[in-house]
């Protein structure tokens, strides 16, 4: 059987990936393919644990548009990434994957509340967590939540899965001169401002000494190949 280079990691999705070519809503074909992918890694012994976005459904302050006040918009964007984190859990136990889904806010009708023991041992017995709710907290983004739920149950990798395959210089959507990066450290992204993580996750990330891989997920197979230690996308690392 093949080996994991990690044994446990956090995998960060973005809602919009979810929402397919739309960007919006669930894409159920995109979330099987994402599932499928998690089981293909969970069937050679990773531990996985997720964080989920839910832009597909709502951004936070960005969708508030100054309409709505900052914390209430917040907290309207991890009931949207609780809808993503249900859907996906659901996939996965279609494909007899065994999951739970912890939330940061409590709401105990339909999830477990996130308790840092409880999410290792379900990881110890080879059940994917999905993490919801971000934080918890207004005023952090998902990609926070990723580098502190990574921090708080000992993982070895972050795998940012996103609509490009790495990091690259400028946008490479409008600058045609942009170059991919193979590997940078964290005080490099956060000098050169790139969009990686925003800079309170990558900040954590470094203080933690947790590496983040940047790949593509348009090939779902990417996740295998990253938890592999194959080369590609993006690695943001330490010296």
Sequence with gaps: ???????????????????????????????????????????????IGVVVGGGNFWRGVKDGGGRIERTRADHMGMLATTINALALADVLENMDVPVRVQTGIDMVKVAE????????RHLEKKRVVIFACGTGNPFFSTDTAAALRAAEIGAEAILLAKNIDGVYTADPNKDPTAEKIDEITYNEVLYRGLAVMDSTATSLSMDNKIPIIVFALKDTSNVKRVLMGEKIGTVVKAK
């Design 1 to 47: 059987m093949d080996t994991p280079k990690y044994k446990r990691v956090l995998l960060k999705i973005s809602g919009e990936v979810l929402g397919g070519e739309r960007g919006f809503g669930l894409d159920f074909d995109v979330v099987g393919k994402v599932a499928q992918a998690i089981k293909d890694c969970v069937e050679i012994g990773a531990e």
């Design 113 to 120: 509340p996130y308790i840092r023991g409880k999410a290792i």
